[in-house]
């Protein structure tokens, strides 16, 4: 019999090598961990401490199996997380190693010494990898009987996070998540040997310090036996009396995907979904705790109508019709009549703006610009409830509008070279971001930030700052140092620009003009979710849906075809600030707002007033607020959880997301025993307009993004803005804008004090309207502090640690930072007992100048 000639092996591919586990012949990448080649292979190695996002540590021991090393075996069972593949290779895992398998039950049975087995009460229990592997890799029956060691239970490392000591297994994927992914190293292995537990990093004095991390809530997900728990979830429900429902994050603009667990008609807890191309496995605090906004107690369940100065809950017909009617008054000049100043009789009020928020769903924000222009019939609406200009404009459709997340991602941002940070903290303002580029920095690339001091984002992405004077950000730009030049010209450096860029003049079309001298890329980067996808959908004074411009006759022709309709309104509309000042002076008659917190906004007293001088406001909210108080018709709509939709993060990247809780269900609230039904707000401007006889066709989520779909996007070509505003002046060293008019000339008054320059941006948690139901998280927040450099604080007469008045308003605690001379930071939404007071509140904005004091005695404490 002849037979046929054994086929020679296939060579290993460059850069591979070539290993056999369990009998099968792998190819594995140089390098890579034996473990990921037997997940590759579909073999499954018990694990307590590896995580394929954290380095390698072998602390638990549980992944052990047979190595032979060139025909000879290891003396011992190697610890397959550490170990490197090799070529010639022979592995043995407990599929077929009896030895292999002896090992790892040995090291179950030492783990679970002193383990209490509490798991009826554990809030892992059901989920826990610990019980999971006692089962599969463990022995019925141990032989160890001593008292097992106790402590007492549980131990707060934050307000969030609850440590029960012995259940740890010391694992250290907290203590390395925390230094390494995070760069927030206060929780440690404290003591040694046998008495060995995690714990917060001790101070001189021997006491705990707190875990103070916007990201501690990852420590209780990657924690593989209950050690860590979370203060709002423990012993509230069970795993397996839980519905799991995919989502995304409603707090920012970075996208994270979610898991949310629900039961009884609201959300128990919040987990972090696994993208690797966006958040990875990652979420931060304020998208993992707050989740309890839905069911506030100024939840609005029912649309409501202004009756005798009173709001009274009416049924959504009567609702719709009286909203109609007024805006359809509103709109063709039947609004109150006007005298001017000198008796003359002036033509009536006329017209609505529309304010829709940055919080909204791409889909809501395409009802909202469809809304003004169709039923309105105005370019009058601007979504951006914050600091905004004509400048910022011009950026976003030039930068921003229709570009996809093809030109600048996460991924761009690890493989980057060189990253500069312009008007933006990645910690504060979208932390998923401040991950990937601690990563990134980690891995070599370099961090660039301009700012007015070494914030901790700056520190933990390599320390590097380019630093500026509060206002004179454009000139830093316009004069960057030559390395840093050069090495923004390199293939794939990135710009990122934060929102506030818009505060400073000419530094948006500073960042554009060092764009084109570079060709680094720019990307922009909002603090809210809706933000990236209103752009895109038209929400916008200037811009049409799908990046196209309102006064180009072409892209206004080719919308109107696709709305059925034979024009749209021509001239550009007015901004935020336009639009109330209008109302405020009388030229319009209307509001429509959409969820706006009047603290956001740059002048708050100004909304105060145009919402008093309207006569038509029209709200769309989900929780009573300022807004309520003014507005003749309520109308209640539905949260993210209530709700499909999608989000559009900072990238371009399209995060939709189904309804969690049907409202249906009474998940959204009940009233009088029954179910209380709030709608999306595409669904709920396209019935108000249909009573004002127009046809949105937006009535539901997927109707909406269909028709945006078919308007498709025009095409895009980033360009310099028009609109170019000078900078600031600076002095030739650029130390100071402090001019000789309005400086102290170093004479301080008495008790101490004087005018400095303001730096100023917001924090992640610090007292936003959906934080309001949230107890704990709170404890998270960053204390509010006035930053000053030591020379300039002896100047003011302030020490570390004491108090300064900060514009006569309310009092901080100072600490020293590297500011420049004559500077001062402080965030700009301060939380205060019974409140939130903002900087904006009181005329101050990044850049200006403002009085800072040592406070009289008997002023109130530092906050």
């Keep these: 019999m002849t037979q046929a000639p054994e ?63 060139g025909g000879r075996p290891m003396p011992k069972p190697q610890a397959s997380c550490t170990m490197t593949v090799a070529d010639g290779m022979v592995v043995k895992t407990q599929v077929t190693s009896a030895v292999a398998d002896k090992a790892q039950q040995g090291v179950m049975e030492l783990l679970l010494i002193n383990h209490p087995l509490d798991c009826p009460i554990c809030d892992k229990g ?29 131990l707060p490392i934050s307000d969030e996070v609850l440590l029960d000591r012995e259940r740890c297994v010391l ?140 709001l009274v809950p009416v049924s959504w017909v009567d609702a719709l019709e009286r909203a109609a009617a007024l805006l359809t008054a509103a709109r063709d000049g039947g609004g109150a009549a006007r005298t001017g100043e000198d008796g ?60 996809a997340p093809s030109h600048v991602s996460y ?48 520190a933990k992405t390599g320390g590097h700052l380019l630093g500026a004077v509060p206002g004179a950000e454009a000139a830093a730009l316009t004069d960057l140092p030559d390395d840093l030049a050069t ?49 895109d959908a038209g929400a916008l004074p200037t811009l049409l849906p799908g990046a196209r411009r309102v006064d180009d006759a072409d892209a206004r022709e080719a919308v109107a075809e696709v709305w059925g309709v034979p024009t749209l309104p021509a001239e550009p509309g007015r ?39 309207a006569d038509v406001v029209i709200s769309l909210e989900q929780v009573l607020s300022e807004v309520s108080e003014h507005a ?76 945006l779909a078919e308007l498709g996007t025009a095409a895009v070509t980033p360009s310099t803005p028009a609109t170019r505003p000078s900078a600031p002046p600076s002095d030739d060293s650029g130390a100071s804008l402090l001019s000789s008019d309005d400086s102290n000339d170093g004479v301080l008054p008495q008790g101490g004090g004087g005018r400095v320059r303001l730096a100023t941006w917001r924090q992640l948690i610090d007292g936003g309207a959906l934080l309001a139901e949230e107890n704990d998280l709170p404890g998270t927040a960053r204390p509010a502090r006035l930053r000053v450099a030591p020379e300039t604080a002896g100047r003011l007469g302030l020490v570390a640690g004491g108090s300064a008045r900060l514009a006569d308003a309310f009092d901080l605690v100072v600490e020293f930072a590297d500011l420049p001379a004559d500077t001062v930071w402080a965030p700009s939404h301060v939380p205060v007992a019974g409140g939130v007071v903002t900087l904006a509140g009181l005329g101050l904005r990044h850049g200006d100048l403002v009085e800072v004091a040592t406070p009289a005695v008997g002023n109130g404490d530092p906050q």
Excluded at 210 to 223: A, K, L, R, V
Excluded at 510 to 525: H, K, Y
Excluded at 581 to 592: E, K, P, Q
Aim: with cysteine; charged share 25%.
């Design 7 to 69: 086929q020679e092996a296939p060579p290993v591919p460059e850069g591979h090598v070539r290993l056999t586990i369990d009998g099968a012949t792998v190819d594995a990448p140089k390098g890579e961990i034996l473990i990921r080649t037997c997940e590759r292979l579909g073999i499954v190695v018990p694990r307590f401490c590896d995580h394929p996002l954290l380095e390698p540590a072998g602390a638990c021991r549980q992944c052990l199996v047979e190595v032979e090393m």
């Design 126 to 154: 059901g989920e826990c990898p610990l019980q999971n592997q006692a089962m599969s890799s463990g022995r019925a029956e141990s032989r160890f009987h001593e008292h097992k060691r106790t402590f007492e239970k549980p």
């Design 171 to 310: 694992c250290q994927r907290c203590t390395r998540f925390s230094d390494q992914i995070a760069g927030d190293p206060f929780i440690e292995l404290l003591e040694r040997g046998a008495h060995q537990q995690i714990g917060t990093e001790e101070t001189a004095w021997g006491e705990g310090e707190e875990f103070q991390s916007y990201f501690s809530g990852n420590t209780i997900q990657i924690c593989p036996v209950g050690a860590l728990t979370s203060a709002s979830y423990r012993f509230r429900s069970r795993p397996f009396d839980l519905v799991s429902t995919p989502g995304q994050c409603e707090h920012c603009a970075s996208g994270c995907s979610t898991r949310r667990d629900w039961r009884r008609g609201g959300v128990t807890r919040v987990l972090a979904g696994e993208e690797p191309t966006v958040n990875e496995e990652w979420l931060c605090d304020k998208g993992r705790f707050a989740f309890r906004y839905p069911t506030s107690p100024q939840r609005v369940l029912q649309p409501m109508v202004r009756e005798d100065g009173v």
């Design 344 to 403: 003359v009789d002036l033509s009536p009020k006329q017209g609505v703006g529309v304010l829709p928020g940055g919080r909204l769903t791409v889909e809501d924000a395409y009802a909202y610009a469809k809304f003004a222009r169709l039923a309105l019939r105005t370019n009058d609406v601007d979504q951006r409830a914050r600091a905004h200009s004509d400048e910022e404009l011009d950026f976003l459709a030039g930068h921003v509008a229709g570009v």
């Design 411 to 458: 991924a761009h941002l690890e493989a980057a070279r060189t990253v500069l940070c312009v008007a933006f903290d990645p910690e504060e303002e979208s932390p998923i971001v401040f991950l990937r580029l601690r990563k990134a920095s980690r891995h070599g690339t370099r961090v660039v930030h301009v700012g007015s001091w070494t914030t901790p984002a700056v």
């Design 487 to 535: 090495a923004l010209a390199e293939p794939g450096a990135v710009v990122l620009v934060g929102e506030r860029a818009a505060e400073v003049p000419g530094l948006l079309t500073a960042v554009s003009e060092l764009g084109a001298r570079t060709g680094a890329r720019i990307a922009w980067v909002p603090r809210r979710a809706g933000e990236r996808g209103g752009v």
């Design 575 to 613: 901004d935020l600030t336009a639009i109330l000042s209008a109302a405020r002076d009388g030229a319009l008659a209307g509001l429509v707002v959409g969820g706006v917190e009047l603290a956001d906004l740059p002048d708050p007293e100004l909304a105060r007033a145009a919402l008093a001088e």
């Design 632 to 707: 003749d018709v309520v109308l209640p709509v539905a949260p993210a959880v209530n709700r499909s939709g999608t989000y559009r993060n900072w990238e371009g990247r399209d995060r939709p997301f189904a309804t969690t809780i049907d409202p249906g269900q009474g998940g959204s609230g009940r009233v009088g025993g029954t179910a209380a039904v709030t709608l999306p707000d595409c669904r709920v401007l396209d019935s108000l307009a249909v009573e004002m006889d127009v046809d949105l066709f937006t009535q539901t989520p997927q109707a909406a993004a269909a028709e």
